[in-house]
């Protein structure tokens, strides 16, 4: 069985508060091959680790700053300084209308002292943990919302591609997967700013499943759904559709998102998850939020 890789889902995010430096660090300690970064734009054009361009949903932001929100309610990332958002304090993903947590199991929302911090900060963390483990793991960033960030006047691929560089992230052959989820970006990232990285065109929608043979003139890889992949059940077994074949046939790898052991929908187990998905889908590796499990079930196999 060729090397499937494991990508730490926004850092150990089961255990975890998401893409916290103690999240990042616990993930490296389970020896996934890839940690994941989203990045937004703070408002003095740093680049931050958070999956949206909110915050509302995942720092105290509404009762630190509650007269800093747009007319839609919601508090942006992009409206604060990095200093400003250094000072709000992260906890476990929760709906901001309700307060509700949004994973009852995992870490207790508005406990500990997690705060945010900057994608140089992180990518230092990982290069020096690989420094004094004799480790290679690697980041795999994302650029979010790219046509929001335009709209604001922020440059926000150029910005990360700036700080991927200055930290020694340029060809393929560095230990960084670039992905994004607009793939007109994706296009430009290859084509306009002739940027040599591992790219992975990340899939959101059906439709989209039509358009391997393009995305393979920039693309190395696809992101999709693990629904995606799932056709029906014919007597109790999962049989899939062409996606991975098809991807597999133009060059493409394919890692689909995101594994999750308390959010099963489908299986009965996340081993029979990952059995489903990674070996008889015969997927190249998988985002997941508990990289420790899938590294167990992935070494199993051997």
Not at 46 to 68: C, G, W
């Amino acid at each position: 069985m060729k090397k499937k890789i494991v990508i730490a889902h926004r850092g150990a995010s089961g255990y975890l508060p998401e893409h916290t430096m103690e999240s990042k660090a616990m993930a490296f300690a389970m020896n996934p091959n890839f940690i994941e970064q989203d990045l937004v734009l703070s408002k003095d054009d740093v680049p931050i680790v958070i999956h949206d361009i909110y915050l509302d949903d995942v720092t105290d932001v509404a009762k630190k700053f509650a007269n800093r929100k747009r007319k839609d309610g919601r508090y942006y990332v992009i409206d604060f300084t990095f200093e400003e958002l250094k000072t709000l304090k992260v906890t476990e993903r929760f709906n901001p209308k309700t307060g509700k947590q949004f994973y009852p199991g995992r870490f207790p929302k508005g406990k500990g002292s997690f705060k945010l911090h900057s994608f140089a900060e992180e990518i230092e963390l990982i290069q020096n943990l690989n420094k004094s483990t004799g480790k290679n793991i690697g980041i795999y960033p994302e650029i979010k919302e790219p046509k929001f960030h335009k709209k604001e006047g922020k440059k926000l691929t150029e910005i990360v591609l700036k700080t991927l560089a200055d930290y020694g992230y340029t060809t393929k052959e560095d230990n960084c997967i670039l992905q994004c989820f607009d793939a007109k970006e994706l296009e430009r990232i290859r084509k306009e700013l002739k940027c040599d990285l591992f790219l992975v065109q990340l899939i959101e929608f059906e439709k989209e499943t039509k358009n391997f043979a393009h995305f393979a003139t920039y693309a190395n890889g696809i992101g999709p759904w693990y629904k995606q992949i799932l056709d029906k059940k014919v007597s109790g077994k999962w049989q899939f559709n062409a996606l991975v074949a098809n991807a597999h046939k133009l060059g493409l790898q394919v890692h689909p998102y995101t594994f999750r052991a308390d959010q099963l929908d489908e299986f009965t187990s996340f081993k029979e998850m990952m059995q489903i998905l990674l070996i008889e889908a015969n997927v190249d590796g998988a985002f997941t939020d508990f990289p420790d499990l899938m590294i167990n079930f992935l070494n199993s196999q051997k």
